[in-house]
Structures are given as C-alpha cells and as structure tokens.
C-alpha cells in the first residue's frame, strides 16, 4: 500500500507546543546505544555472515576527510582544524590500510553502487591526493559501472573551483553537494564562514557543466543573528542557483558537545517564534519554486529520485540521510566514520590518536557498534515506513513480523493519543498515517516506537526536532 504523499502544514503554534530534543533517526537504535562491546571481532562476524546470505547485498562506501582550513562555528562535524595540508599524507597513510585491512572481507562480486565523501571538508584534498585514494578504493573494491550509481561529495566552495570540481567528474563522482548555510554576510561573520554567492555559483555550474547527475546545497536557520528578511534574500538565491535538492537544517546550539560553538554569543540567536518562522519562510519559497517537501528537512525537485522514490513508495533512510540506496551494507572508512552492516552498526575511532593507533598495530579501527535485537529490527523497520512514507499497514506489518500490533505496541500507542487528538496522525484497524499536521513532526511520531528514549537522554544527546 504506498500512501499518496501529502502537503505539510505549518502551524507555529502546533509545532512550537511539540519542539522537544529528538533523534534525528538515520538509524535505529541510535548512536548513543552502540557500546564498546561490538569490537573488531564482531565486525568481521557480521561481514562473513552478509557475504553468505542467499542474495548479498550491494556497498555503500562512506569515507570521511576530517580536516578543514577554518572553523564554522556552529559545525557539530568531527573535524581538525589545520592549513597544514601534509596532515593529510599522514591519515591516507592510515586510511589506506584501512582499506587494505577491510576490503578482503567482503566478496569481491559486491558492487559499490554508492560513495560518499564526507567530513570536515572532502576537498582539503588536493586532485592529486582524491585520485590516489579513488585509486586505491578501485583496487580494493568493485565499482559499479552501472549509470544509477551514486558517487557523492561534500564541497567547501571557498577551497574550491571550477577546474577542481570538473577533475572531481573525471574521478567518478557524479554528486555534488555544497554547503552555503547562509548568504547574509552579518550572519556569515557570525559564524566565522565569508563565503560569496559567485564562489558557490561557481562550483554548482562546473558540477552541471561535468555531468553531475545531482547537485544539492545545505542551508541552516536558527544562526545567530538571522533574521526572516535575511533568510528570505538567501533563499531566493538558492531558488536561482536551481539545485536539485535543497536541505535545510535547524542549528542545534550544544556549546557543552562542541567547543567552536562557544564562539556563538547565546543572545545572538534566534528566539523560539523566530526560529520557526525561519523555517516556515524556506517551506513557502521552496515550495512555490517547485520543490517537493521530502520530510525532516528535505526538499527535491519533483522529477529528482528522491521525490520518485517517495511515490514509489522506495524511498528508504540511512546515515546519509533519505537514500534512494538504502538497501546497500555501508563500510565506514576514516576517523568516527559509522558503517551499517546486516543487521548491526559498527564505529571508528572518533580522534586520530585512537585511529592511528588501531591501525598502526595492524587492527580494525572500530571500538563500538551494536548487534540489533529481534525489537530493533522490527521498530527499525517501522519507524523507517514513518520516516520515508508517513503510513504504516498494520495487518501486513504485523504479518511480516509474526505479531498483533496493536499488542505489541501497547504502550506506544498510549503515547500516540496525544497526537491523535492534535491531529499529527491517524489510526483505524489497519492503517495509522501521518497526516498534514503531522508531516513536519516526524521525529515526534516516530519517537512515540522508541524503547531507548527517556528524557535526560533526550535533553542532553539530540538537538530539537524544527
């Protein structure tokens, strides 16, 4: 049963009522429950038992690049900040044995159907260290030949250009996805990020002009010193910069997690109906551009595979975020990169001491991760139906899961009533469904399936749901 896709509505005074601290569920369980109990050997367990699977599945390869040139102040990102570009040989070096050390664990007649660079910022490094390390990759692992692949990068447009991101094209990838944040030059100093509409334009049109099949951009509200005239100008250049996708983030100030953000004057910042209105002015602009409200913070051109997917009813979640690819195992190579490998997830070192370390000694650099439960599994599976496709088939979940979910569910169905009655969703014998109401609080109904959630952990692990 694939749901018709509906509209979202905004209402400030509903949603101001249910903006709580929430899991931003790109996995489940989530990274607060891994635990140092899954090591190295239990990685290679779970890789050995998804080789053997009667239809294994295709890779997903998540690579992070930690460093970067300056510090953005709000960044939650694991990062080093450094313009020593020689520190990049040094975690190469260690990446490489990395791949060295965990490719031979999966059969070679995987296909890598996704990449993705990520960090800190992908282009700290130079061409002729990404086609080293694409190099070393292809050696390793199959790359898919097939025209659907997704090879991605993230880009800093400051510490990029045109020449750059075209040699990126003949390197493989076929994604671009470019950070902006803000336009607003009080807001960019703000936090300490200057960058100028013609340098992103610029990255965006060399990724169009190279046959990038995909180009999306990252924008923030709730910085300090935002206003809804400023985000609205920003917005509007956005719209002309035509990406494919837009995200749209709210700013999580945790200034106790992440040190750069204490550079960030608490006073500065948006006010609670600011903050919303922030957001409600990107869901009318973009909308009236023609793109198409994904769900969390998601937008895409209607005729974008993210958009396709989601009438399909196809559309899946993972660490990435929505992923038309969700059906890959995900290897996570580099410092605190997370990878999802049948039914488990699987961390490294989240600093380079503990990472170089692990590897210098001839080891997997993982040191926590998680076996999913038998209840895991199944709310897995159900929070990501309310995530990807806002309904869920009671009877024929119940059916694939071998229970009655109205029983089994209990409890959380007691905490659906106040959303009932609110109007967040719906629920007859078969069928409960996210409603228009409820479209922007998805994190907000799936939290109701969540047995890990209480709500200290709430306040202090996750940032607020708009």
Same mark, same amino acid.
Do not use: W
């Given at each position: 049963?694939?749901?018709? +896709?509906?509209?979202?509505?905004?209402?400030?005074?509903?949603?101001?009522?249910?903006?709580?601290?929430?899991?931003?569920?790109?996995?489940?369980?989530?990274?607060?429950?891994?635990?140092?109990?899954?090591?190295?050997?239990?990685?290679?367990?779970?890789?050995?038992?998804?080789?053997?699977?009667? *239809?294994?599945?295709?890779?997903?390869?998540?690579?992070?690049?930690?460093?970067? %040139?300056?510090?953005?102040?709000?960044?939650?990102?694991?990062?080093?900040?450094?313009?020593?570009?020689?520190?990049?040989?040094?975690?190469?070096?260690?990446?490489?044995?990395?791949?060295?050390?965990?490719?031979?664990?999966?059969?070679?007649?995987?296909?890598?159907?996704?990449?993705?660079?990520?960090?800190?910022?992908?282009?700290? &490094?130079? *061409?002729?260290? %990404?086609?080293?390390?694409?190099?070393?990759?292809?050696?390793?692992?199959?790359?898919?030949?097939?025209?659907?692949?997704?090879?991605? *990068?993230?880009?800093?447009?400051?510490?990029?250009?045109?020449?750059?991101?075209?040699?990126?094209?003949?390197?493989?990838?076929?994604?671009?996805? +470019?950070?902006?944040?803000?336009?607003?030059?009080?807001?960019?100093?703000?936090?300490?990020? *200057?960058?100028?509409?013609?340098?992103?334009?610029?990255? !965006?049109?060399?990724?169009?002009?190279?046959?990038?099949? /995909?180009?999306?951009?990252?924008?923030?509200?709730?910085?300090?010193?935002? /206003?809804?005239?400023?985000?609205?100008?920003?917005?509007?250049? +956005?719209?002309?910069?035509?990406?494919?996708?837009?995200?749209?983030?709210?700013?999580?100030?945790?200034?106790? %997690?992440?040190?750069?953000?204490?550079?960030?004057?608490?006073?500065?910042?948006?006010? @609670?109906?600011?903050?919303?209105? &922030?957001?409600?002015?990107?869901?009318?602009?973009? /909308?009236?551009?023609?793109?198409?409200?994904?769900?969390?913070?998601?937008?895409?051109?209607?005729?974008?595979?993210?958009?396709?997917?989601?009438?399909?009813?196809?559309?899946?979640?993972?660490?990435?975020?929505?992923?038309?690819?969700?059906?890959?195992?995900?290897?996570?190579?580099?410092?605190?990169?997370?990878?999802?490998?049948?039914?488990?997830?699987?961390?490294?070192?989240?600093?380079?001491?503990?990472?170089?370390?692990?590897?210098?000694?001839?080891?997997? @650099?993982?040191?926590?991760?998680?076996?999913?439960?038998?209840?895991?599994?199944? $709310?897995?599976?159900?929070?990501?139906?309310? %995530?990807?496709?806002?309904?869920?088939?009671?009877?024929?979940?119940?059916?694939?899961?071998?229970?009655?979910?109205?029983?089994?569910?209990? $409890?959380?169905?007691? $905490?659906?009533? @106040? !959303?009932?009655?609110?109007?967040?969703?719906?629920?007859?014998?078969? +069928?409960? $469904?996210?409603?228009?109401?409820?479209?922007? &609080?998805?994190?907000?109904?799936?939290?109701?399936?969540?047995?890990?959630?209480?709500?200290?952990?709430?306040?202090?692990?996750?940032?607020?749901?708009?």
């Amino acid at each position: 049963m694939i749901s018709p +896709v509906t509209t979202p509505e905004f209402d400030p005074a509903l949603i101001a009522r249910y903006d709580v601290a929430g899991p931003r569920y790109t996995s489940y369980p989530t990274a607060p429950q891994f635990t140092a109990d899954f090591n190295e050997t239990a990685l290679r367990t779970v890789i050995r038992a998804s080789n053997e699977e009667p *239809i294994p599945r295709p890779l997903s390869l998540y690579v992070h690049v930690p460093f970067c %040139m300056s510090p953005c102040f709000y960044c939650g990102c694991n990062r080093v900040i450094t313009h020593d570009t020689t520190k990049a040989d040094r975690y190469l070096e260690r990446l490489y044995r990395e791949i060295e050390l965990i490719a031979p664990q999966f059969d070679r007649d995987r296909p890598v159907r996704q990449l993705h660079f990520g960090g800190g910022t992908p282009n700290f &490094l130079d *061409i002729a260290r %990404m086609r080293e390390l694409m190099e070393s990759l292809a050696r390793h692992f199959s790359f898919s030949h097939e025209s659907a692949r997704e090879y991605g *990068i993230e880009i800093d447009p400051r510490f990029a250009d045109g020449a750059y991101v075209r040699e990126l094209g003949e390197l493989g990838f076929n994604r671009i996805s +470019v950070g902006i944040q803000d336009f607003d030059p009080a807001v960019q100093q703000a936090v300490n990020r *200057i960058q100028s509409f013609e340098q992103t334009r610029e990255v !965006l049109e060399a990724a169009r002009a190279a046959s990038f099949g /995909s180009a999306s951009v990252d924008l923030i509200y709730g910085l300090p010193l935002q /206003s809804v005239a400023g985000f609205s100008r920003t917005l509007d250049q +956005v719209v002309a910069l035509a990406p494919d996708r837009v995200a749209v983030y709210g700013y999580a100030h945790l200034p106790q %997690m992440f040190k750069a953000q204490r550079q960030i004057e608490a006073a500065d910042l948006p006010d @609670p109906a600011t903050r919303l209105a &922030l957001f409600g002015c990107a869901l009318e602009k973009l /909308s009236a551009a023609g793109y198409v409200y994904i769900g969390m913070d998601h937008f895409a051109r209607a005729d974008d595979e993210l958009a396709t997917a989601q009438r399909a009813g196809t559309l899946q979640r993972n660490f990435q975020g929505y992923s038309t690819h969700g059906d890959c195992d995900i290897v996570g190579l580099g410092v605190s990169a997370i990878g999802r490998v049948g039914d488990s997830y699987s961390q490294n070192a989240r600093d380079l001491i503990g990472y170089y370390a692990a590897l210098d000694a001839g080891r997997l @650099p993982v040191v926590r991760g998680l076996q999913l439960d038998e209840d895991d599994l199944i $709310r897995r599976e159900l929070i990501g139906e309310l %995530m990807c496709h806002g309904m869920l088939d009671k009877q024929a979940f119940g059916a694939r899961h071998l229970l009655l979910f109205d029983d089994y569910f209990m $409890r959380e169905r007691e $905490r659906l009533l @106040p !959303l009932l009655a609110d109007g967040l969703v719906q629920e007859d014998a078969r +069928v409960l $469904r996210v409603t228009s109401r409820g479209r922007l &609080l998805l994190r907000i109904i799936a939290m109701c399936f969540d047995a890990y959630l209480d709500d200290e952990a709430q306040a202090a692990r996750y940032s607020r749901v708009i």
